[in-house]
């Protein structure tokens, strides 16, 4: 074991995270998720991940709290987390005197899902979501947090 640890740090050692410095830091967020991805729960698991200066600061993998009843609200619920992540990311630049770019654009691979982030109509389908979750909602309109689609390749190969 010892001797396949020794031979992956040998094999690793010009591997670095690397940060461009500059006068305004901009924080972006990437974020993805399955649908029911646990055979045995029907929980979805969700990611996010923000790079400051072209690396990565913050970074999570989790099973979500409660079972989604669709895709849309798996990506909202990822939403939330990742939306609370980016306002804890900007107190703490704010609380150190580093300015941040705002507001924190997030990457996600699902426009219905953005959509409903800025939408101010709960329609029949989206009623269902639980309310804490749409506190994404009041972010984005306070221009502290902004959603724009990427493709589903773009986040994996982040995440």
Same mark, same amino acid.
């Given at each position: ?9 040998? /094999? ?11 006068? @305004? ?21 969700? /990611?996010? =991940?923000?790079?400051?200066? /072209? /690396? ?30 980016? *306002? ?7 609380? @150190?005197? *580093?300015?941040? =770019?705002?507001?924190?654009? =997030? ?6 899902? @953005?959509? *409903? ?32 689609? @990427? ?9």
């Amino acid at each position: 074991m010892l001797k396949h640890v020794l031979g992956y740090i040998k /094999g690793t050692l010009d591997y670095a995270i690397r940060y461009c410095a500059g006068a @305004i830091l901009d924080l972006v967020g990437y974020v993805d998720s399955n649908f029911a991805g646990c055979k045995n729960t029907r929980r979805s698991t969700e /990611g996010n =991940i923000f790079m400051v200066a /072209g /690396g990565p600061v913050s970074w999570e993998t989790k099973r979500q709290d409660m079972v989604a009843l669709s895709t849309v609200e798996t990506k909202f619920m990822t939403f939330s987390q990742a939306t609370t992540q980016a *306002l804890w990311l900007l107190k703490y630049f704010e609380e @150190i005197g *580093l300015p941040v =770019i705002q507001p924190v654009t =997030i990457h996600a691979d699902n426009n219905r899902a @953005i959509a *409903l982030s800025t939408n101010d109509k709960n329609h029949r389908c989206t009623k269902h979501i639980n309310v804490h979750h749409h506190f994404v909602k009041e972010r984005a309109e306070a221009n502290e947090v902004n959603f724009k689609y @990427i493709l589903s390749q773009m986040v994996t190969y982040y995440l």
